[in-house]
């Protein structure tokens, strides 16, 4: 593939990332800081994606350094905001968004899940794996967490549907998402009003009244962070358990392997993450020139960093196209690096680990339907929108669930 001939990335629909993946190899050999027609640049080997992705001095997360004068980053999202406010952002927000809080979520989550499951027949053969959990799931799971109603779940997947529809060059999916937005904010302030007026055991009310010398969030930076938790940390999951499926496609026989020894879920999920990561890239902007890969980047420039393509760098890993089970170290980018990983990774691994040992545990085959249309995502995020499975129950997984 010609590197001169694309003014963009290959799109991961409709060949589910294969292009992309292809594009991304030759990319890492022979242009590993490359300048697209737009203007943006990109970054693609794992050492330059983790030093873009760190380094918060040469290259912030707020955007809005490009835009109007005076434009500042939405108090409370993490993504988009540099130290020393991003420090204190998530010394409040950890303060109640804590490993215990996580941790003690297991048995809802479990009991979510075998009621989720239960929804398909005994006798079921075939079933969409996304309607059925990988969507449900932690959609549930972050509106009980939070206090909001569960029964409100068909909104939020409105609003996480215009997020993954987003294009960087597509201006109509950009203003689709300003609308769910403002939607999502007018929602969250209406829950964040009533927690302040009638507390509650609930993360919402924990945000509201987190505080740290003195300093507590203001209601917009409790509205912020709650729909970014809204939002990435469903997507998150949603993605990850859809392409669970697509990695074991591609690795026959590596369902029975992981169904005969539950001690193998977690690194399926951690390879799952490093071959197809929710998000494949993050982007950000220089503060001054600097010097990438032998590539000089003029200040104020967008920088994508791609994290899929870190995830592939035969520089970082062996073999990196191959399914391996017992990778080791499996240090892959998909939640990010530095001050900005993932706050909600624990919760993701948790619920991946749960819901497949269930899967497992009630299927004793499980594969994407012979011939079905899988229809991907376009947008900024990789996996699909629907997945068809064929399916045959079995005799209990050893772990007993």
């Not at 071959?275 to 950000?284: E, H």
Request: hydrophobic share 45%; charged share 25%; net charge negative.
């Amino acid at each position: 593939m010609n590197t001169t001939e694309l003014t963009a990335a290959p799109e991961i629909a409709p060949d589910g990332g294969a292009s992309l993946l292809a594009w991304l190899e030759k990319m890492r050999a022979d242009t590993p800081v490359w300048q697209d027609e737009a203007g943006a640049w990109h970054v693609f080997r794992s050492a330059d994606v983790r030093r873009v992705s760190t380094d918060a001095q040469l290259f912030s997360s707020d955007t809005t350094r490009l835009t109007s004068p005076g434009d500042q980053a939405p108090p409370g999202t993490l993504l988009v905001i540099d130290p020393p406010e991003h420090r204190k952002l998530r010394r409040l927000v950890s303060q109640a968004f804590t490993p215990k809080v996580v941790a003690d979520l297991e048995p809802r989550i479990t009991e979510l899940t075998r009621e989720l499951l239960a929804e398909v027949e005994p006798d079921a053969t075939a079933f969409d794996l996304v309607d059925v959990l990988a969507y449900p799931l932690p959609v549930i799971v972050i509106a009980e967490l939070l206090g909001v109603p569960a029964a409100d779940r068909a909104l939020f997947r409105g609003w996480a549907e215009a997020l993954m529809a987003l294009q960087v060059d597509d201006p109509s999916t950009g203003e689709k998402l300003a609308i769910a937005i403002e939607e999502m904010e007018a929602y969250l302030n209406a829950q964040i009003a009533d927690r302040r007026a009638r507390p509650r055991e609930d993360l919402l009310t924990r945000l509201v009244e987190s505080s740290i010398d003195g300093e507590r969030l203001t209601d917009e930076e409790v509205g912020n962070f709650t729909a970014l938790l809204l939002l990435a940390g469903h997507v998150t999951t949603t993605m990850l358990l859809g392409n669970v499926l697509l990695c074991l496609e591609d690795a026959p026989g590596v369902y029975e392997r992981v169904r005969a020894d539950p001690a193998l879920v977690e690194p399926l999920l951690e390879e799952v993450l490093r071959l197809r990561p929710p998000f494949p890239r993050v982007v950000r902007v220089t503060t001054a020139d600097v010097e990438v890969a032998g590539t000089v980047i003029p200040a104020d420039s967008i920088v994508w960093a791609w994290v899929v393509s870190a995830n592939y760098d035969e520089r970082e890993f062996a073999d990196p196209e191959r399914f391996d089970l017992h990778r080791k170290p499996n240090a892959h980018a998909a939640f990010g690096h530095g001050i900005h990983f993932c706050l909600g990774a624990p919760l993701a691994r948790l619920e991946g680990r749960i819901a497949l040992e269930l899967l497992l545990e009630r299927f004793e085959h499980l594969r994407i339907t012979p011939g079905a249309e899988v229809p991907f995502h376009a947008g900024g995020v990789f996996g699909v929108q629907q997945l068809p499975v064929t399916t045959t129950a079995g005799e209990p997984f050893p772990s007993g669930g």
